[in-house]
């Protein structure tokens, strides 16, 4: 298989990344290979068989044209600054150019330890790696901006965590793994010189826009505050919750990356945490706005020393752009909750009418997923699917009473606004009980839940009547869900 790589960071950012290598597995298998994926990065792996692909994506053999490489970052963890983080159980092969010109980064995760895996194993385990597999093909289904999960090959290997798990490697396709913890680690450790070359080739490689602005390292603020708000808001937009929204797990791309352990909200509530290590509700769902403006303060923090290097009176414009993230961010998820509500217009008593929204879904614990495509059913004249939504079905009346007289006023007619909701408000997520079965069962040897559960996700808005079962949440009594760190 001929990956035709072009790897400009290993030529251009040297000191910037420790060059690595993988540790061969004993039995390399392949789960799963992105077929679609592969042709649309114009890879040819058609007749590639599965031994050969299992080979290359489990790192035993090294493609040609690979420069393997592990990147430096840092990154505030939980709100404390940790100096010295980096790729400690990834490696990156080399960057890949699309036929449409779009470059992308090919990385191994799970691969074995590299200079900066600390006391990890460098190791991962299946479970994860199917989760991030799994999670990441349903995001960019919903058109969120996520990294890409191009393979899933198991090593043979055991992988100690708080048992022995089957170990695996995920490869995946990023636009880039520049994180903000990456200048980060770079302004703390460096300086100006090196962050500016790092903005300079984090500019030419995913913004060349902004190449002749007039400070491009402010440009570049600029541009990663407006993609942060655009996916916060889409993930506020989907009920997905990160989880692990340290700096060092942001990319200045926009693109969701390091899906830990992450997953979607059943039923409504703003204060939805799963991950087992977050018992301060840090990253819970409702304060993801909040803690991707403290990033972004952290971001312009790092960048600070090249944006005073242009100008030293553009430092008073950094300021003011991280204070204007609130602002910002509303916006966005203005535009967005009016989609997902139906309105193609914009009218005054919006923000009133969707801050009701959320305490009437939360007061009444109604499924975050299925409330908007009842919705859309009522505009079809069917108000069956919402009134099955709480064991009170008159919960939501008042609200809906409104939302009614709000849509009534737009042009399109209800028909055509039902499509149009139903055309971006998923039916089908990854349901955690349905996730979790899906890789208990993959872990003891049988990946056909999982492959099922991955063609449903990868299918968000049709309805098909075989699936009714992922569209349902986990019974009332199934108890919290907990999440795990630890690919
Ligand atoms: P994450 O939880 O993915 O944000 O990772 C935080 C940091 O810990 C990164 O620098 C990872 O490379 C590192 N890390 C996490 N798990 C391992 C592991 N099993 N072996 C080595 N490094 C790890
Ligand atoms: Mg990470």
């Not at 191009?150 to 100690?160: F, H, I, N, P, Y």
């Not at 520049?178 to 490689?205: K, W």
């Not at 059943?266 to 769902?285: C, E, L, M, Q």
């Not at 993801?288 to 990033?295: E, K, L, S, T, Y």
Request: glycine residues 8%; negative net charge; hydrophobic residues 45%.
């Amino acid at each position: 298989m001929n990956f035709g790589f072009d790897n400009s960071f290993y030529r251009s950012m040297e000191g910037f990344y420790s060059p690595a290598e993988a540790a061969i597995p004993s039995a390399p298998k392949l789960l799963i290979f992105n077929h679609i994926l592969a042709t649309q990065l114009g890879l040819e792996a058609a007749s590639a068989d599965d031994e050969t692909l299992a080979r290359l994506f489990s790192g035993e053999v090294l493609p040609e044209g690979a420069d393997p490489l592990a990147l430096a970052y840092a990154g505030h963890q939980f709100g404390h600054f940790s100096p010295q983080l980096g790729d400690g159980r990834a490696l990156l092969l080399g960057e890949i150019v699309a036929p449409d010109g779009a470059r992308f980064d090919i990385q191994l995760k799970g691969s074995g330890p590299t200079a900066f895996s600390r006391n990890g194993d460098g190791r991962a385990a299946i479970g994860p790696v199917l989760r991030e597999f799994l999670v990441s093909e349903a995001m960019a289904a919903m058109g969120v901006p996520t990294t890409r999960a191009l393979a899933a090959v198991a090593t043979g290997d055991r992988v100690q965590r708080e048992r022995a798990h089957p170990g695996a490697v995920l490869t995946r396709v990023a636009s880039s793994h520049i994180r903000v913890g990456t200048f980060q680690f770079f302004a703390a450790h460096y300086g100006a010189d090196h962050v500016t070359q790092l903005a300079t080739y984090s500019i030419r490689r995913h913004f060349p826009d902004l190449v002749d602005t007039e400070n491009p390292p402010l440009a570049l603020l600029d541009r990663v505050i407006a993609l942060q708000c655009e996916l916060i808001a889409h993930w506020l937009g989907v009920g997905f919750v990160h989880g692990v929204m340290n700096t060092d797990n942001v990319a200045i791309s926009g693109e969701t990356i390091d899906y830990g352990p992450c997953a979607f909200m059943d039923r409504f509530a703003g204060h939805t945490v799963f991950s087992s290590i977050d018992a301060n509700g840090r990253y819970s769902y409702g304060r993801q706005p909040h803690i991707m403006h403290w990033n972004m303060a952290r971001f312009a923090e790092a960048l600070l020393p090249a944006v005073h290097a242009v100008n030293p009176a553009s430092v008073d414009t950094a300021k003011a752009m991280v204070e204007a993230i609130p602002k910002r961010f509303s916006g966005e998820w203005l535009k967005r909750m009016r989609q997902k509500l139906g309105f193609a217009e914009a009218a005054e008593g919006d923000e009133v009418l969707i801050d009701g929204l959320f305490d009437e879904l939360e007061k009444h614990q109604i499924d975050f997923t299925l409330f908007f495509r009842g919705l859309a059913m009522i505009l079809r004249g069917d108000g069956m699917m919402l009134e099955n939504l709480s064991p009170d079905p008159e919960a939501m009346a008042p609200w809906i009473f409104d939302w009614w007289e709000r849509v009534a006023r737009e042009t399109d007619a209800p028909l055509d606004r039902a499509d149009a909701m139903d055309a971006i408000n998923p039916l089908y997520i990854p349901r955690n009980h349905k996730v979790e079965a899906a890789l208990a069962s993959a872990e003891a040897g049988d990946l056909a839940p999982w492959t099922e559960l991955l063609d449903v996700v990868r299918n968000p808005y049709v309805e098909r009547a075989e699936w009714q079962d992922y569209a349902v949440p986990a019974p009332a009594d199934a108890g919290p869900y907990t999440t795990f760190c630890g690919t």
